[in-house]
C-alpha cells in the first residue's frame, strides 16, 4: 500500500473529524488520577515506541528500509493532536486498521485491545494531551469547534 494511501486516509478522517467535538471527558487532561494512570500506562506500554518523553523514533518522518513508518512523537512536535480524541482511542485499541488505515496496511502500531481495559487507554490518552502546550490545546479547539483545553 503506497504511503500516499494512508496520508489520503488521513485527510479525509481529518475533514470528517472536524464536524465533530474532539475532546472525549474519558481523556481529560485535567481529571490528575486519570493521568497518574495513564503516565504509568504510558511508561510500560507506549515509550520504548514513542519515547519516554514522548519524543517519538529518532528520524520519525522518514520511512524505514522494511517500508514501515517508525512511531511518531506524541507532543507537540507530532501529529497525534490533529486527531479526535475518538480516533486516537480507536487507533490504540485496533491499530492502524480501517477506517483509520487502508485495508491491508502495514504497520509497527500494536493494537492493545485485550492488553489494556479501554480505562487504561483513555487514561494514556489524558495523559498526552496534559503534555500538550496551551497553543496545541487552542488549536484543537479551533478545528474542532469545542471548548478542548479550556
Ligand atoms: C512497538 C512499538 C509501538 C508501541 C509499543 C506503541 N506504538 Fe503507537 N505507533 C507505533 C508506530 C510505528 C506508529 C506509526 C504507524 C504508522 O504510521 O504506520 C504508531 C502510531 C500511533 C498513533 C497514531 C498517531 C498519529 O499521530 O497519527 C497513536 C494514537 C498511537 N500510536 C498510540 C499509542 C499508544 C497510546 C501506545 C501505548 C498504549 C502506543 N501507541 C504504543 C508504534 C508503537
Redesign the pocket.
Known amino acids: 500500500m503506497p504511503l500516499t494511501g ?1 496520508a489520503a486516509a ?1 485527510l479525509l478522517v481529518a475533514c470528517s473529524e472536524s464536524q465533530t467535538a474532539g475532546d472525549d471527558p474519558r481523556a481529560d487532561p485535567r481529571d490528575a488520577a486519570k493521568v497518574a494512570l495513564g503516565a504509568r ?2 511508561a510500560e ?6 519515547g519516554a518523553k514522548l519524543e517519538g ?1 529518532p528520524n520519525w518522518k522518514e520511512t524505514l528500509p522494511n517500508g ?5 512523537p ?1 507532543d507537540d512536535s ?6 479526535a480524541d475518538r ?2 482511542f480507536a ?2 485499541k485496533n491499530g ?1 486498521v480501517p477506517p ?2 487502508p485495508a491491508g ?6 493494537a ?1 485491545a485485550g492488553k ?1 481495559s479501554d480505562e ?2 483513555w487514561a ?2 489524558a495523559y ?1 494531551k496534559s503534555r500538550w502546550s496551551r497553543d496545541v490545546m487552542s488549536i484543537r479547539a479551533e478545528m474542532f469547534g469545542n471548548a478542548a483545553g479550556k
Open positions: 494512508f488521513l500506562v504510558y506500554h507506549c515509550a520504548a515506541c514513542h523514533q514501515r513508518r517508525p512511531a511518531p506524541h507530532g501529529h497525534t493532536w490533529h486527531h480516533v486516537l487507533i490504540a492502524l483509520y488505515a496496511y502495514e504497520s509497527d502500531m500494536p492493545f489494556l487504561e487507554i494514556a490518552l498526552i
